[in-house]
């Protein structure tokens, strides 16, 4: 099981590898050039915090390094990672009552199953994309990973449904304790506003499977 340690000792030692700091893989890499620092992986209350599996895609990417590389760089051998199967929701029943707990992991059985990594035993799932709202960011029939129990903050995209059964994915842009507001990931659509308890739950999204 890759832990919390491993990832982030995995993305120093691709920086180092490739002759950057952690600052300036994640520049390389088209990200916030503070994506990697040491304050980003614990949360304001002291929980970890992880790095999204897509930002870790883009340094892959930006570096060239294999998915295995990376993990050889975790500590682990690629042979011995441990998956499991994750339930497969759709939009439909993503809006549906009665599907998810408050905290907004699906309940019940019957659900199709994907294998994905297990990542450090967290509650975590697969929304199935329905329509282009997401575009081009997230397509019709991609498969987006989301955790309810990773922290949320600025700049994270989020899958929100809200109390009316709307459910959206879209990226935090403001969240108070009075507003949460939310830009839309497709600019033909226009960014949302809510008050929190409008809002039945938020789940951060981890990875993309396309």
């Known amino acids: 099981m890759l832990r919390h340690a491993d990832i982030w000792r995995a993305i120093d ?4 590898k490739y002759g950057y700091s952690a600052s300036g893989l994640a ?5 916030d050039p503070t994506t990697f620092n040491p304050s980003k992986r614990i ?16 340094v892959l990417e930006a570096t060239g ?7 050889e760089l975790a500590g682990q051998a690629p042979a011995v990672q441990a998956v499991r199967r994750i339930p497969v929701i759709g939009y439909a029943q993503a809006g549906s009552e009665g599907f998810f707990d408050d905290s907004g992991y699906p309940v019940g059985q019957g659900w199709d199953e994907v294998m994905f990594p297990d990542i450090a035993g967290q509650k975590i799932y697969a929304l199935e994309v329905t329509g282009n709202s997401m575009e081009p960011v997230y397509r019709d029939g991609d ?9 949320i903050r600025r700049g994270d995209r989020v899958v929100v449904r809200t109390r009316g059964g709307e459910v959206m994915a879209k990226q935090i842009s403001v969240k108070t304790d009075s507003r949460v507001e939310l830009a839309s990931l497709n600019p033909d659509f ?9 809002i039945s739950w938020m789940a951060r999204i981890l990875w993309a499977s396309q």
């Open 65 to 71: 390094a294999s998915l295995g590389e990376f993990v």
């Open 13 to 16: 030692r691709l920086a180092e």
């Open 43 to 58: 949360s304001g209350g002291g929980k970890e915090r992880w790095p999204s599996t897509e930002s870790v895609s883009k």
């Open 190 to 198: 226009p960014p949302r506003s809510f008050h929190p308890s409008e």
């Open 143 to 151: 498969r987006i990973i989301v955790s309810p129990e990773e922290s």
């Open 27 to 31: 520049r390389r890499a088209g990200l």
